[in-house]
T-cell receptor, first 116, second 115 residues
């Protein structure tokens, strides 16, 4: 069965520091995609970064990078030089074949708070 | 235009009411989704439309009835809801294909309260 695990319910980080949000996954499907989304208090889910299971290099998008360790089934999000506006809920998600259909399933999320 | 627009933003309804949630996108996406999100929980998939046809129904109660009248619009018709149906309802759209192009674009959601 497909499963996404985020073990950090909450994290507190000083502004300008780097932060790593953990995500592990479990799947028997060789083809899958991993996504990170940010959800501020306004409610909208904002796409941050994507990593495909066959991608050889770690994905990067501006201040966001994904530390993809396929053998360990982990896809940690790294935010460099954190800003106050980074305070939000962060969800790791996996797209894969579940019960015969391509679905996107989310982890439980990590609430990140950036302190000034 | 990379927006998914949901209306209304807030909705309060009684258990005997009939209401509809609306979602619109003009990105040419041919897959559209409804997710339900309870407070402090991740979004849970409800329905998926692909090329205007219902492709996934996650065993959602029949008091929720989705409709995709064309490639830009997605509705969720609500009838005889229960208080436990109170949640944030998120609409999303994506291209149909592999990889990064399948990332979902989400609307801001409709916060629904059932009294």
């Amino acid at each position: 069965a497909q499963k996404i695990t985020q073990t950090q319910p909450g994290m507190f980080v000083q502004e300008k520091e780097a932060v790593t949000l953990d995500c592990t996954y479990d799947t028997s499907d060789p083809s899958y995609g991993l996504f990170w989304y940010k959800q501020p208090s306004s409610g909208e889910m904002i796409f941050l970064i994507y990593q495909g299971s066959y991608d050889q290099q770690n994905a990067t998008e501006g201040r966001y990078s994904l530390n993809f360790q396929k053998a360990r089934k982990s896809a940690n999000l790294v935010i460099s030089a954190s800003q106050l506006g980074d305070s939000a809920m962060y969800f790791c998600a996996m797209r894969g074949l579940i019960q015969g259909a391509q679905k996107l399933v989310f982890g439980q999320g990590t609430r990140l708070t950036i302190n000034p | 235009d990379t927006e998914v627009t949901q209306t209304p933003k807030h909705l309060v309804m009684g258990m005997t009411n009939k209401k509809s949630l609306k979602c619109e996108q003009h990105m040419g996406h041919r897959a559209m989704y409804w997710y339900k999100q309870k407070a402090k929980k991740p979004p849970e998939l409800m329905f998926v439309y692909s090329y205007e046809k219902l492709s996934i129904n996650e065993s959602v109660p029949s008091r929720f009835s989705p409709e995709c009248p064309n490639s830009s619009l997605l509705n969720l018709h609500l009838h005889a809801l229960q208080p436990e149906d109170s949640a944030l309802y998120l609409c999303a759209s994506s291209q149909v294909g592999a990889g990064k192009n399948e990332k979902l674009f989400f609307g801001s959601g409709t916060q629904l309260s059932v009294l």
